[in-house]
């Protein structure tokens, strides 16, 4: 082997490498803190995602309405027939839109946020993911009963996916930043950071672990900044101050608890027999979605205030909700126009919903309660809100959540005690009754069993990066300084030919820059180490941690079983995809 044409370096080029290793040695970014970076930029990019969304909603909404007022204002102020026509044709163009997108699904990329986090690649598919959006945008600007955060979360959930195939990040990464991306949707949606956070770990990964929540918390943290800069830091469902008069209150609190545990599972029964009802039509997407649409009309025209997701009719309920019978009366049509916007297959969310209908519950329960204790003093509006986490957390399964999120949405200190009541309670009477949930049947679907089960035999092969920039043995001095500069790693892999020989650490090049003399003799194999710790293609990520285990660098080599180099594994990746496994869930 002949060796290179040796390169001398330039005293600017010497002043570039020791600051490299100074930054090496002083300001240590592993991949977990570049992980969390990610998340911070993902957070910013996706509540810009949801808030593009939600303009372009409000436009069409005003187009269609001739209103730029809330939904039940706008809808209030249309003459019947409209209030028919406008839903309807509504749900016809979302329908068209879901039937003329089909040609785009993707055989390759998934096109929903939970299967890409918990069985996919990370890959979102673009095309797919757009349509869906849009067919959301005609639904929801045109007051289907059903909520915004499905398409905020599918957006923002892109972004992420976007940027972890742009810059080509293993699987392991790709996933953790679509989670990510939900997170910053939810965020974005309720203004609620820390309950974005525990949505996606409670719900979708079914993992508290910090590995896999710190990113989160990042994410949904910027992207509720970025939207408070834009629209404001209030409380979404700003509330009267309620406050406890005793601890026999919690008593009615309790009794609330048991009541939403008992209701929530009649609940979501109720969206599963409105989606079989319109699915036995046998009709297209199109035709499906205007009865949807026609059948919310006509609900309008007695009570306009089943239009749009709920947000103002929670409003109403905790400060001026009005009689009980025309609360009752509310409900019940919301609950059909719900069933109706659900069932026929549009686009969305059933999150605000099920906040209304929790609320609504709530309140008519607090007002049995101050019919038949008059002394105690209790307020039906702090049922409302108590009700509101209760029904949430037997609903999705997930009361951490519910808890975080009902506080978030009110700021209201005081009633955190009796919501952590209610909704624990509610949640063990809703899954004692059923284990289905919300979002329960959509991660079965997603194959959580075959996941868990892949577990066992996913390999290192399965995670690592593809090889990237190695060094071969007769690299020159001046070569091999100057790929540090190029790469963001500590160590280079060097190569004899295909084959792995050792490899060369930035700080094992620190002794020869004041060395000129030296500078010009030395090549790769002089200042490669040899025999360090490497990972075979095919052992087990549990294989592959013991050997991170005794290792000191955060990155290791992947050879084959001929010590070819394929590529390079971090122990980061590892503990992110492991952290990410979703928990099974009971058939």
Known sequence: MEPAKTESLGSITKRLVRLRIWLSEHVRISE????????????????????????ITDLLHKLATGSDGGYVESFTLLPPWRRIAVPAI?????????????????????????????VGNGNLSVRASLVKSISALFSGATGASIGREGPLVQLSSLVAS??????????????????????????????????????????????????????????????TLTTRAYMGSEALYAAPIFTLHGNRDFLAYLALGIACGFIAPAFLNFLKVSERGFSKLKLPAYIRLAIGGAIVGLLAIYRPEVCGNGRSLVFAILNHPGTWQAL?????????????????????????????????????????????????????GAFGLVGMGAFLAAATGAPVMA??????????????????????????????????????????RKGQHAVTERLGTLKVVDLMQPRGDSLKLDSSFGLVARSFLQNRHDFLPVVDGDHFSGIVLLHDIKPYLDQPELESLLIA???????TSS??????????????????????????????????????????FLAGIPKSTEA
Not at 424 to 436: D, W
Not at 525 to 531: L, N
């Open 328 to 380: 009752a009366i509310v409900l019940a049509c919301k609950l059909l126009a719900t069933g109706a916007t659900f069932g026929s297959g549009a686009v969305g969310g059933v999150f605000t919903p099920t906040l209304f209908t929790g609320a609504a519950c709530g309140y008519l329960f607090g007002a049995l309660c101050t019919f038949l204790l008059p002394g105690w003093g209790m307020q039906p």
């Open 525 to 531: 194999r002089d200042v490669m180490r040899e025999g």
């Open 32 to 55: 977990l803190q570049a992980t969390l970076l990610w998340a911070a930029l993902i957070g910013v990019a996706g509540a810009w995602s949801s808030i593009a969304f939600r303009e």
């Open 403 to 444: 808890i975080i999120m009902i506080f978030e949405l009110t700021l209201n200190y005081e009633i955190l005690m009796p919501v952590m009541l209610a909704a624990v309670v509610s949640y063990y009477i809703c899954r004692s009754i059923t284990s289905r949930s919300l979002y329960g049947d959509a991660l079965a």
């Open 162 to 223: 976007v940027i972890g195939q742009w810059f080509k990040f293993p699987l392991a990464r790709r996933r953790q930043m679509v989670a990510c991306g939900a997170a910053a949707g939810i965020a974005s949606a309720y203004n609620a950071p820390i309950a974005g956070a525990f949505f996606v770990a409670e719900i979708v990964l079914g993992s508290m672990a910090m590995n896999a929540f710190g990113p989160l918390v990042i994410a949904s943290l910027a992207s």
């Open 90 to 118: 509504g749900g016809l163009f979302a329908g068209l839109t879901l039937f003329l997108g089909t040609r785009f699904k993707s055989k390759q990329n998934s096109t929903d946020y939970m299967e890409a986090v918990v």
């Open 535 to 576: 990972l075979n293609a095919k052992q087990t990520l549990e294989e592959a941690l013991h050997i991170f285990a005794r290792s000191d660098t955060e990155r290791l080599p992947v050879l084959d079983d001929q010590a070819h180099l394929l590529g390079s594994l971090t122990k980061s990746d590892v503990l992110l």
